[in-house]
């Protein structure tokens, strides 16, 4: 298993040029790939249980969701439930990966929070943030 003071300590800061969401690297999706996996129990050389496409997708929002409570936005309502939603209503997912997916998305964003404490979200960062919620 992989600790998860490693996971956070080696995700890549990501970039908040124009508030746009980070661009995660490969490499920092495939350690949050692997860590889901272990977190469901998956044994070595098992295929985990997220895509690297699924993965990147639960990351952004994570940050997104970790730039909304910055800004004092409800991101459960407005990010990490329709996220949730989109993942279960399809019905393609068992409970553990959607246990990944709930899990790797409170360990993206707590990383993401942490860079964020020791600055302020200001007013057009938090309109910005809204219209980008609002368009998802």
């Known amino acids: 298993?992989?600790?998860?003071?490693?996971?956070?300590?080696?995700?890549?800061?990501?970039?908040?040029?124009?508030?746009?969401?980070?661009?995660?690297?490969?490499?920092?999706?495939?350690?949050?790939?692997?860590l889901a996996h272990?977190?469901?129990?998956?044994?070595?050389?098992?295929?985990?249980?997220l895509t690297k496409a699924e993965m990147r997708l639960v990351m952004t929002t994570a940050a997104v969701s970790s730039l909304a409570e910055w800004c004092g936005l409800d991101w459960q309502q407005r990010s990490f439930l329709p996220l949730m939603s989109r993942f279960r209503s399809s019905g393609r997912y068992s409970e553990e990966q959607l246990t990944a997916v709930s899990v790797s998305h409170g360990i993206?964003?707590?990383?993401?929070?942490?860079?964020?404490?020791?600055?302020?979200?200001?007013?057009?960062?938090?309109?910005?943030?809204?219209?980008?919620?609002?368009?998802?």
């Open 38 to 49: 272990a977190m469901i129990g998956g044994a070595d050389g098992e295929e985990g249980p």
């Open 108 to 136: 993206v964003q707590g990383s993401v929070a942490s860079q964020l404490k020791e600055s302020r979200c200001t007013d057009r960062m938090r309109r910005d943030i809204e219209a980008y919620l609002d368009a998802q």
């Open 1 to 34: 298993m992989i600790p998860l003071a490693i996971v956070l300590l080696t995700l890549a800061p990501p970039s908040w040029a124009d508030l746009e969401p980070p661009q995660f690297s490969d490499e920092d999706v495939a350690r949050m790939q692997r």
